[in-house]
Each structure stands twice: as structure tokens, then as C-alpha cells.
T-cell receptor, first 113, second 113 residues
Framework: SQTIHQWPATLVQPVGSPLSLECTVEGTSNPNLYWYRQAAGRGLQLLFYSIGIDQISSEVPQNLSASRPQDRQFILSSKKLLLSDSGFYLC????????????FGQGTRLTVV | GENVEQHPSTLSVQEGDSAVIKCTYSDSASNYFPWYKQELGKRPQLIIDIRSNVGEKKDQRIAVTLNKTAKHFSLHITETQPEDSAVYFCQGMTTDSWGKLQFGAGTQVVVTP
């Protein structure tokens, strides 16, 4: 069966520090991968999505970047965090077909102080 | 592309009453309509879905109905209980070549005893 791992679960980082969140998927190949951010009590803001290695689309201009060094690995990074980067980050994967559900990682609660 | 509009943004119901959330979509080629539930601090998880070849699907106290002519689908929760309190999201998909998943803005459901 397919599983998705996202870590860490919580993170407290100072302003200006770098960020690296990692997400891996097991049990499937060539998944579509997504990074979402969710402010408290709000919706899912799509940050990045990827249909393959080195095929990444950025949805929102920001100081974040994403990379997909392997088929089932998706990394969210920042060189210098801002206070506004605080939030709940969710990685997700889908099968990529037209009729497909999304499977979410456990999420990372990021607090920038 | 696909726009998914979800209403209402918040819904407060008395325990035992019914709750209805509606999503409208723009792409008539859409064939798959899932709903997700996100409890506080947790990841969104699929609770029910429907495909375009049926008009209604039930699973105990939850049901989803689809009106392809009007391009909307709805989540129905009957006999609501406090554990139904959560944020609910509908999902659509763009018809661009990448098949990006999109979600409604979410509905905060609060069930009061």
C-alpha cells in the first residue's frame, strides 16, 4: 500500500534562518506531488506541484522553493525565513490521472519567531 | 482550467440537525468529486467521493449528491454529532496538461451540543 511521510511534525525557527521540509512517498511510482500551506482556520494554499523530477510549478511568488531530486521525494526550502512563513505545511500526492484523490502527509507546524 | 467554489465558509449546527455544503465547478469534463475532512491539527482525509456516472452516494450519515447539469456537488451530513466538527474541503481538478488538483476554500463546521 502507498504511504506518505512528512517531517518534521513541528518546527520553530528564527527569522532569517533556512528551512528544509521533506516529503517521501512509498508504494507508488511517478506520483504528482504537492506542497500546501494552511494558515490557522483557513484553506489550502497551493505552493508548488510537480508531475515529475525537475518538473515543478510554482503557484505563489514567495521566498520558498521546491525540489524533487528523486521520483518520490519532494523538498520545500527557504534560504531565509520570514515571520509570514509561519503556518501548517502539508505535502500531498496523487496518482496524476483525471479521477484521483489526494493523500496528505501528517503536516508540519512551522513557527517562525 | 477549473475553479471550485465552496459555500458556506462556516456552518454552525445543533447536534442532531443536518449540515449541507455545496461546491460548484466550471469544467463540464470533470468526472470525480471527492470530499475531505480535516480535524483540528490533522491532515485532510477523504471521507466520501462520487463519480459522474451516479447522482448520489451514501455512507452511513454522510452522502454526496451530484448535479452535472448545474455543475455542483454537495456533502450532506445527517444527525450531526460533535465529532463532525471539522473543516471540510471539496476537490476539483484543472484540465491543464498537468492535471493539478484544486480544493475549495473549506467549510468550518461546528456542531454544538
Amino acid at each position: 500500500s502507498q504511504t506518505i511521510h512528512q517531517w518534521p511534525a513541528t518546527l520553530v525557527q528564527p527569522v532569517g534562518s533556512p528551512l528544509s521540509l521533506e516529503c517521501t512517498v512509498e508504494g507508488t511510482s511517478n506520483p504528482n506531488l504537492y506542497w500546501y500551506r494552511q494558515a490557522a482556520g483557513r484553506g489550502l494554499q497551493l505552493l508548488f506541484y510537480s508531475i515529475g523530477i525537475d518538473q515543478i510549478s510554482s503557484e505563489v511568488p514567495q521566498n520558498l522553493s521546491a525540489s524533487r531530486p528523486q521520483d518520490r521525494q519532494f523538498i520545500l526550502s527557504s534560504k531565509k525565513l520570514l515571520l509570514s512563513d509561519s503556518g501548517f505545511y502539508l505535502c500531498a500526492w496523487s496518482g496524476g490521472g483525471p479521477d484521483t484523490e489526494a493523500f496528505f502527509g501528517q503536516g508540519t507546524r512551522l513557527t517562525v519567531v | 482550467g477549473e475553479n471550485v467554489e465552496q459555500h458556506p465558509s462556516t456552518l454552525s449546527v445543533q447536534e442532531g440537525d443536518s449540515a449541507v455544503i455545496k461546491c460548484t465547478y466550471s469544467d463540464s469534463a470533470s468526472n470525480y468529486f471527492p470530499w475531505y475532512k480535516q480535524e483540528l491539527g490533522k491532515r485532510p482525509q477523504l471521507i466520501i467521493d462520487i463519480r459522474s456516472n451516479v447522482g448520489e452516494k451514501k455512507d452511513q450519515r454522510i452522502a454526496v449528491t451530484l448535479n452535472k447539469t448545474a455543475k455542483h456537488f454537495s456533502l450532506h451530513i445527517t444527525e450531526t454529532q460533535p465529532e463532525d466538527s471539522a473543516v471540510y474541503f471539496c476537490q476539483g481538478m484543472t484540465t491543464d496538461s498537468w492535471g493539478k488538483l484544486q480544493f475549495g476554500a473549506g467549510t468550518q463546521v461546528v456542531v454544538t451540543p
